[in-house]
């Protein structure tokens, strides 16, 4: 199954390298999404140094807790 993951999607990964492939031997799963129509943005920097594919950037404003918890 990692071999078929490898094969089809390594280049799209940018995980040519095989410590990625290695490092992933043993995992039982995997999730990757297909996007059919993605909307392009201006790239802005962000600072992120894993391998994730997306990151949940939160601007709107902050508020009060709806539950209290002690």
Excluded: C, H
Excluded at 11 to 34: N, P, V
Aim: aromatic letters at 12%; glycine letters at 2%.
């Amino acid at each position: 199954m990692l071999s078929d993951i490898r094969e089809r999607f390594a280049g799209q990964l940018f995980a040519l390298d095989e410590d990625f492939w290695e490092s992933r031997a043993d995992k039982q799963y995997a999730t990757l999404i297909e996007l059919n129509d993605p909307s392009e943005i201006t790239p802005f920097p962000f600072p992120k140094r894993d391998r994730q594919g997306w990151v949940i950037i939160d601007r709107r404003p902050e508020r009060e807790p709806q539950l209290a918890f002690r």
